[in-house]
């Protein structure tokens, strides 16, 4: 999911998050247009990841990683998704 994403290609976000995605960070709203929104937003200001350290668990995932954005400030965050995998 994160490639596209950092590609800019926002139109897949509903090939991966379901409809009523529930979101956990209190500065973004539940739903899967929520999140279109978000990276809509973000993404202009031009991010580059690098990750820390990355594990799963059963459903979780949990991802490590520095943000640093273009006017150049630095966020490490963690953060953790639970996936199911559909075939």
Known sequence: ??????????????EYVIEDYI???????TGRE???NFFKNFLQLKPKFEII?????GDM????????????SINKVCDIFRV????
């Open 61 to 72: 995932v949990y991802i490590f990683h520095k943000c640093t954005l273009a006017n150049g």
């Open 1 to 14: 999911m994160s490639t596209y994403l950092l590609n800019g290609e926002i139109d897949k976000i509903p």
């Open 23 to 29: 979101q956990h960070n209190p500065k973004v709203e």
């Open 34 to 36: 929520a999140v279109i």
């Open 84 to 87: 199911k995998i559909i075939k």
């Open 53 to 57: 350290n990355l594990c799963s668990e």
